[in-house]
């Protein structure tokens, strides 16, 4: 990437790493108000503890939308027709980077249970529930499963 003149890169140099040492780097220079280009990618904490600005251009070496994956729910054959409840509920469960970075960071950097982090999330955005539990109903199916949650949540 130095070398390719498409990313103005001159008079950089690179220099291998962990993920750790990169992220002290980092913080290092941008503490100093130094300028620093690194490899960054999402979901990651990186995202919230630093302003940066990704590079365009990134996608002829790392695949579309910056080498963006996308995550399939996957469920035996047969399943969402049998429990259609559950089936309406994991085709409805969207999650985003923005979501993803400030848990990882709760947890990683703040040292937050996995699960209070995500109830953290679900109670600073509730809207996320209406999405996805919209027509969904309780295990029993005595009523509406937001209902129960966001009083499970204390909502």
Not at 86 to 113: P, R, T, Y
Request: some cysteine; glycine content about 10%.
């Amino acid at each position: 990437m130095i070398k390719d003149p498409k990313f103005k890169l001159d008079g950089f140099e690179l220099s291998e790493s962990s993920e750790a040492g990169m992220l002290s780097q980092v913080a290092k220079s941008t503490a100093a108000n130094q300028d620093i280009v690194f490899l960054g990618w999402a979901p990651h904490p990186m995202n919230i503890n630093y302003k940066m600005t990704y590079l365009t251009g990134g996608d002829d070496l790392f695949g579309p939308n910056y080498g963006g994956a996308t995550v399939y729910t996957n469920v035996r054959k047969g399943y969402l027709q049998e429990c259609p409840n559950v089936g309406k509920l994991v085709s409805q469960l969207k999650f985003n980077l923005d979501m993803e970075d400030k848990i990882m960071s709760d947890i990683l950097d703040k040292g937050a249970d996995p699960k209070a982090a995500a109830v953290e999330w679900l109670k600073a955005n509730p809207g996320a529930l209406d999405a996805w539990l919209k027509d969904v109903t309780t295990f029993d199916g005595s009523g509406p499963a937001i209902d129960a949650v966001k009083k499970g949540l204390g909502l």
